[in-house]
């Protein structure tokens, strides 16, 4: 445990102390340690801490237990990083409103090859078929995904890296140890495997409308690239959209019916200057990304199947399957489908994860 990071989970964690004074004070006084021990007196002296903002954090210092609250974040499994580490990403160091700490679970982003795709949660059909596509295909070429878990577009998107056998990273408006939507547990240990959970706020923190809106500027601040597959004219989506204007990101929308409401905020999009997507493979070639040996591979495997495979594959969604499930949905004898299902994992589409579960890899 580095022995500056209780500080700075100790400022973090001030109530009333939001990023921009956290960021003033460290400015000031040189690190999170040196804020601790300064007194209140001097504390009130610095341009834009109040003496109520003084009080606060003389009130913290007799309540906030160093040691303990950092062992039982480690517990928890929850990394914290903050803006004084030089490991702090340097894309939310560009951003004039950035956190000056935050916590993940899991892994974070690599800093190259990141693309945002987010939609909305009463999305259609046609929406989650084109965020899993996208999820899948840019993933399968080494893009990492980044979206925000919610229903949706959004959790369409990270199920569609999953797929593709990429990495995919969730920025949450709550907690990162909160599972936001509540049923959402598989998604939330499947992001986990090969990605991770990220949130500026503290872990126990529970989602609240207002937190979402500023939660979708590290969504975009994280991405080089900002997708939009389905959105309002009013819309969370669009707020991304924003930030992501802002930031001087890229952004991509998905086109629909003109008479759609879903698409209405797409199209206002593409109207004035978003690229279009017309297919994940127009995307691919957009960004100059060749279609990846890996992608063309699993098109290969999918494309060579018997029927027989070809019906058992078609029964897996994004959810894992028993056999029972399996044999009900394909119709086939019990022998049979642990035949083809055998067929399959070997093949490597298909994993038994645990004991008599199967999902697609």
């Known amino acids: 445990m580095k022995e500056e990071l209780k500080y700075q989970y100790w400022l973090k964690s001030i109530s009333g102390i939001g990023n921009k004074k956290q960021k003033k004070l460290v400015e000031y006084c040189g690190s999170a340690r040196e804020v601790y021990y300064l007194p209140q007196k001097q504390l009130t002296c610095i341009y834009g801490i109040t003496e109520k903002d003084g009080t606060r954090i003389a009130d913290s210092r007799k309540n906030f237990r160093l040691e303990e609250e950092m062992e039982d974040l ?39 090859g990141t693309a945002a795709i987010v939609g909305a949660r009463n999305c259609s059909s046609y929406g989650k078929s084109m965020a899993l596509k996208l999820g899948e295909c840019l993933a399968a070429c080494h893009i990492q995904i980044i979206s925000g878990m919610a229903s949706g577009i959004d959790s369409f998107g990270h199920w569609g890296a999953i797929h593709g056998g990429g990495a995919t990273f969730a920025v949450l408006g709550c907690g990162v140890d909160v599972c936001y939507p509540r049923g ?6 499947r992001i986990l495997e090969n990605g991770g959970i990220i949130s500026e706020y503290l872990p126990g923190t529970n989602p609240a409308p207002g937190l979402f809106p500023m939660r979708n500027r590290l ?8 997708i939009i597959v389905e959105a309002k004219n009013r819309s969370g989506s669009l707020i991304t959209a924003d930030f992501a204007l802002e930031q001087g990101k890229d952004i991509y929308a998905v086109p629909g019916r003109v008479d759609d409401v879903l698409s209405q905020g797409c199209n206002r999009l593409i109207s004035q200057g978003a690229g279009i997507i017309l297919s994940p493979e127009d995307l691919l070639t957009d960004m100059g990304i060749s279609r990846c040996e890996d992608m063309l591979k699993k098109e290969n495997l999918k494309n060579s199947l018997e029927k027989e495979e ?11 399957m028993t056999m029972e499930e399996i044999i009900r949905q394909s119709g086939l004898e019990a022998e049979r489908t642990a035949d083809l299902l055998v067929k399959l994992m070997s093949k490597g589409l298909v994993e038994e994860y645990f004991k008599n579960r199967y999902r697609k890899t």
């Open 310 to 320: 070809s019906l058992v594959y078609s029964c897996f969604g994004l959810h894992a």
């Open 219 to 226: 969504i975009s601040a994280f991405s080089d690239y900002v």
């Open 74 to 112: 480690e517990k928890k499994g929850i990394s914290m990083i903050c803006m004084e580490e030089e490991e702090f990403p340097k894309k939310l160091l560009q951003i004039p409103d950035g956190p000056y700490a935050f916590f993940y679970k899991g892994k974070l982003p690599n800093p190259k």
């Open 184 to 189: 959402a547990w598989e998604l939330y240990g």
